[in-house]
């Protein structure tokens, strides 16, 4: 690299930085998954009890503990959950960014790394995933590290350390998700590839290498598996057993083969590979030719990725449970076989003339609409109820007025002669709208602190609060440490287990609960409506305001199921 291609990196980088760090600290977790995994992270600090995640009063089996376990660290080094809960997903990001481009210039050259790079970035979902804290970025960044790994192995190799490093963090996937074993699916077009004849790495008598791969991988799962396995066999418990059973089949196996949530129809991923990926899907056009062309020169450095990209699509498209973010590790991979091509194609006229129309058309529906719902209609005045906002959604369709504004005025100065810079100045315009306005804007709502902050003032500070129907948001969010009744079990029953709670102590205890769980048990009359988040409502009540002799029935809002 020379100091030129040097210096293009670190600029680089420091917009990346920019952008996915923008707004960081301007907001608590948000539904559905950001909650559930502070919440546990956060009784991990406070119990001590790091090796079971905890949801409430019941242990978390959905996920491994990793991705919680790293936002643990984070709030010990920064003493800041808004910090803290963000930290992983923009640290992956951040090193997919620099991976991808180091790949590029190891395969090509250094301005193929940085369109490929500069193409992950600008991608709508990437940047949106990234700035929230679910699994799915650290899941990419180390899918993306193995895939490294394997493809400098498999195509300038052998290299047979890369090729064990990249085996091992496959299994440290695993240990975070479950889907890391994807990355080895790099070996299925790679022996096809092999067997075509094509320029790859060709190695002979080292079959105890290829299989220490495997050692490799298994290894890294062994890391967090053996010791809980040894944990929950000292706890000796049916609920630690059932952890067990939980996650090391029924969230894994069990759930792919017959996955009871999200449901979708075979080809859902299609509309993401266009819309999500926006504005990399501009560009197919142009790339699939390309692509085609390299397919007949047998160039492996592009059908390595996409052949694993395909392999990857199938997968999860054969699942019946399905969501946007599941191929989230395709895409470092796709824009990696685009980065030698995006030099030319966006110097040619129908891409430039494209983005300018998208951002000229976005910019209007954006600015159309938000001076429309300043109007006041009843639309919007609904959807501003649902999200529980005092002012009407007045901020909101402001907001939104100014986002189109921008648009408009990026594509008129920009012209379509550069309607690529006029699009991603318009996006940029989006994404700091969003983190600077809509966080602190759509936060007490969106998080719940809102609602929990206006329960505690109608119970005063002395008052003991109980949780039924709850969402992990609200006991993450309560101003003091609350009782659940069990997360798992049905409102009914945690009904009635807070009915017995309350009896105990029927002065200072509170009731804080979901509209759907009070039924005709609860006299409305004698309880306080606090408000709407979440597109819920809630109430508190004292024990004076419960029905004697009702009986609850087994209906109400379930918890909700979360991904793969």
């Given at each position: 690299m020379t100091t030129a291609d040097r210096r293009a990196f670190g600029w680089f980088m420091l917009l990346a930085l920019v952008v996915l760090a923008l707004g960081i600290g301007l907001r608590d977790p948000w539904p559905s998954d950001e909650p559930r995994f502070a919440l546990a992270a956060k009784q991990m600090v406070e119990s001590g009890q790091w090796m079971f995640p905890h949801r409430g009063s019941e242990l978390y089996a959905d996920k491994p503990p990793l991705f919680m376990w790293m936002q643990a660290l984070g709030y010990e080094a920064l003493r800041s959950w808004r910090i803290a809960f963000l930290l992983p997903s923009l640290l992956a990001g951040l090193l997919t960014l620099a991976l991808t481009y180091d790949l590029g210039r190891r395969l090509w050259n250094p301005r193929a790394g940085l369109f490929a790079a500069g193409a992950l970035l600008c991608v709508l979902q990437f940047v949106y995933q990234v700035k929230r804290a679910q699994i799915d970025p650290l899941v990419m960044a180390e899918i993306t590290l193995a895939n490294g790994c394997l493809l400098i192995h498999l195509l300038r190799g052998p290299n047979w350390r890369l090729y064990w490093l990249g085996c091992f963090v496959a299994g440290i996937g695993v240990i975070t998700k479950g889907?890391?074993?994807?990355?080895?699916?790099?070996?299925?077009?790679y022996a096809l590839a092999r067997w075509r004849g094509w320029e790859v790495s060709k190695t002979t008598h080292a079959t105890w290498r290829w299989l220490a791969g495997a050692l490799a991988?298994?290894?890294?799962?062994?890391?967090?598996?053996?010791?809980?396995?040894?944990?929950?066999?000292?706890?000796?418990?049916?609920?630690?057993?059932?952890?067990?059973?939980?996650?090391?089949?029924h969230q894994t196996a069990e759930r792919y083969a017959e996955h009871w949530s999200h449901p979708k129809p075979f080809w859902y991923f299609l509309p993401v590979l266009l819309l999500g990926w926006f504005p990399l899907s501009l560009a197919y056009p142009g790339l699939l030719p390309r692509w085609r062309q390299a397919w007949r020169e047998r160039d492996a450095r592009i059908w390595l990725p996409l052949g694993w990209a395909a392999l990857v699509l199938a997968f999860f498209s054969l699942s019946s449970g399905k969501r946007d973010m599941y191929v989230m590790p395709m895409l470092p991979m796709v824009a990696l076989a685009a980065g030698p091509?995006?030099?030319?194609?966006?110097?040619?006229?129908?891409?430039?003339?494209s983005a300018f129309c998208v951002a000229l058309a976005l910019g209007v529906a954006a600015l159309g609409y938000g001076l429309w719902a300043l109007q006041g209609h009843a639309a919007s005045a609904r959807m501003a109820s649902e999200r529980g906002l005092a002012d009407g959604g007045h901020a909101l369709w402001v907001l939104l007025a100014g986002v189109g504004a921008a648009c408009v005025l990026a594509a008129l100065a920009f012209r379509p002669r550069r309607g690529v810079h006029a699009l991603l100045a318009g996006l940029l315009a989006v994404w700091a709208a969003w983190s600077l306005w809509a966080y602190p804007l759509l936060n007490d709502s969106s998080s719940a602190l809102g609602i929990m902050r206006d329960a505690g003032r109608s119970i005063g500070p002395n008052a003991e609060l109980g949780l039924v129907g709850w969402r992990e948001q609200n006991l993450l969010m309560a101003d003091r440490p609350a009782h659940d009744f069990g997360f798992s079990a049905s409102t009914a029953v945690q009904f009635e287990r807070a009915s017995q709670w309350q009896r105990q102590a029927p002065a200072t205890r509170w009731v804080f609960a979901v509209d759907d769980a009070l039924g005709s048990c609860v006299d409305r009359t004698r309880a306080r409506r606090v408000g709407i988040a979440n597109r819920r409502t809630w109430w508190v009540y004292r024990a004076d305001a419960l029905v004697p002799g009702c009986q609850p029935a087994a209906t109400g809002a379930e918890p909700e199921a979360a991904g793969m």
């Open positions: 889907v890391g074993f994807l990355a080895l699916l790099m070996l299925l077009p991988f298994l290894a890294a799962i062994a890391l967090w598996v053996v010791p809980m396995l040894l944990a929950v066999r000292a706890h000796a418990t049916p609920a630690y057993t059932a952890y067990a059973r939980d996650i090391l089949l091509y995006l030099q030319d194609i966006v110097r040619e006229r129908w891409l430039r003339t």
